[in-house]
């Protein structure tokens, strides 16, 4: 069981950290919407909570509930910037299918 973040990412969130001047990392997981059924949930992580798994790439924390853990096992995180526009992207081995524009997925 892991979740993973890309040298691109673990450099991101560590700038942002820095900037918010607080944190440990992320929190991740997933919540039902959208027309495939789930959609990604990030956030900053200010304290784990019950429950929370943390994984760690390069001494950065991603927190992620034991609901969301199985739709979101083996996923890397990664940082890209295309163009103007800089996001996100989950490299998420568990979709099966995902809706058009890209919000949702299924598993």
Not at 23 to 33: C, P, S, T
Not at 43 to 59: C, I, M, S, V
Request: charged share 20%; hydrophobic share 40%.
């Amino acid at each position: 069981m892991a979740v993973t973040l890309s040298p691109a990412a673990v450099q991101h969130i560590r700038k942002a950290l820095d900037q918010r001047g607080s944190g440990l990392g992320l929190r991740f997981g997933v919540r039902k919407a959208g027309c495939s059924g789930w959609a990604y949930q990030i956030d900053y992580a200010d304290q784990p909570k019950d429950g929370d798994l943390r994984f760690e790439t390069d001494g950065v924390a991603v927190l992620v509930d034991a609901d969301s853990l199985p739709f979101v096992d083996g996923t890397t995180i990664d940082y890209q910037r295309k163009g103007l526009n800089a996001t996100f992207a989950f490299l998420n081995p568990n979709v099966k299918d995902a809706c058009g524009c890209g919000e949702s997925f299924t598993v």
